[in-house]
């Protein structure tokens, strides 16, 4: 889909095929700014679109989470040592 098409016309006409994952490394950043940028995502977002995330920072790591299963998201997440990955796919309409 060109990018110079206004957005509601890519969220409307995308094609029926499995979604591309996009990724986000927010590992150099602390709290706030991995959240801010997956909200950024998030208003773009179609149903059935996943970001993989990763983060360092602890305080992300609990909060984006949350932030994204109270908006009814589905998120996978894997924690070690360095920090986490997050696997989040959006459910039903973005507002």
Do not use: N
């Amino acid at each position: 889909m060109p990018a110079d098409l206004p957005s509601i016309h890519r969220h409307c006409c995308r094609p029926r095929i499995e979604q591309k994952v996009q990724d986000f490394d927010f590992r150099e950043y602390v709290c706030p700014e991995p959240l801010i940028q997956s909200k950024l995502w998030l208003r773009d977002a179609v149903a059935g679109e996943q970001a993989r995330i990763q983060l360092r920072d602890p305080g992300s790591c609990q909060d984006i989470p949350r932030f994204f299963r109270r908006l009814g998201h589905q998120v996978e997440l894997a924690e070690s040592s360095h920090g986490c990955q997050l696997i989040i796919t959006i459910k039903g309409r973005v507002i």
